[in-house]
């Protein structure tokens, strides 16, 4: 079965600060990967999503992720935060082949500071 | 407009009383999934669908039921069974196939037990 792990329980952030939130997963084989992003008062909604092909995924508001299959990883980056982006963000994977259910992290919670 | 519902949004029990949260969607997604959410612990699944008139254990289904007799719905019951029903609680659909799993959510259910 695969495993997502999530570096930050919580990270605090000024407006215009970089981010990155780290991503690990288990897993031997293909997967498929996934942000989801939970703002406050808000439905779960997909950030961005990482099937094949270029491993530089760009998604909504700005963010982007990596994945680097070496090392198991699919960071999520933003080069300047806002206040708006507050929020918490969850990593998700599932296999690439046959039926799979996806697996999330524990999640991290950004907190932006204006 | 396309989504799902999940009514009500916040929900109160006694203990020993089983309660039925309920999970529509209008997006015409053959699987759906119920997922329970902890602070500091992720998303968990506790059920999933892949099509009408069956369904599969997730990771935590003891002490919950489900059904899926429509397409459109996908409800859970939480027995009293359950340890720890006080949760909030998430409902998700998708088109069922891996490659494009991506899941929506539903604005979730705050369940109580007191």
């Known amino acids: 079965a695969q495993s997502v792990s999530q570096h930050n329980h919580h990270v605090i952030l000024s407006e215009a600060a970089s981010l990155e939130l780290g991503c690990n997963y288990s897993?031997?084989?293909?997967?498929?990967l996934f942000w989801y992003v939970q703002y406050p008062g808000q439905h779960l909604q997909l950030l961005l999503k990482?099937?094949?092909?270029?491993?530089l995924v760009k998604g909504i508001k700005g963010f982007e992720a990596e994945f680097i299959k070496s090392k198991f990883s699919f960071n999520l980056r933003k080069p300047s935060v806002q206040w708006s982006d507050t929020a918490e963000y969850f990593c998700?994977?599932?296999?690439?082949?046959?039926?799979?259910?996806?697996?999330f992290g524990k999640g991290t919670m950004l907190l932006v500071s204006p | 407009d396309g989504g799902i519902t999940q009514s009500p949004k916040y929900l109160f029990r006694k203990e020993g009383q089983n309660v039925t949260l309920s999970c529509e969607q209008n997006?015409?997604?053959?699987?759906m999934y119920w997922y329970r959410q902890d602070p500091g612990q992720g998303l968990r699944l506790i059920y999933y669908?892949?099509?009408?008139?069956?369904?599969q254990k997730g990771d935590i289904a003891e002490g919950y039921s489900v059904s899926r007799e429509k397409k459109e719905s996908f409800p859970l019951t939480v027995t009293s069974a359950q340890k720890n029903p006080t949760a909030f609680y998430l409902c998700?659909?998708?088109?069922?196939?891996?490659?494009?799993?991506?899941?929506?959510f539903g604005p979730g259910t705050r369940l109580t037990v007191l």
């Open positions: 997006l015409n997604h053959d699987a």
């Open positions: 990482y099937f094949s092909g270029d491993p």
């Open positions: 998700a994977v599932n296999r690439a082949s046959g039926y799979s259910t996806l697996t």
């Open positions: 998700a659909s998708s088109t069922g196939t891996s490659r494009d799993n991506e899941q929506f």
């Open positions: 897993y031997g084989g293909t997967v498929n």
């Open positions: 669908s892949q099509i009408v008139n069956d369904f």
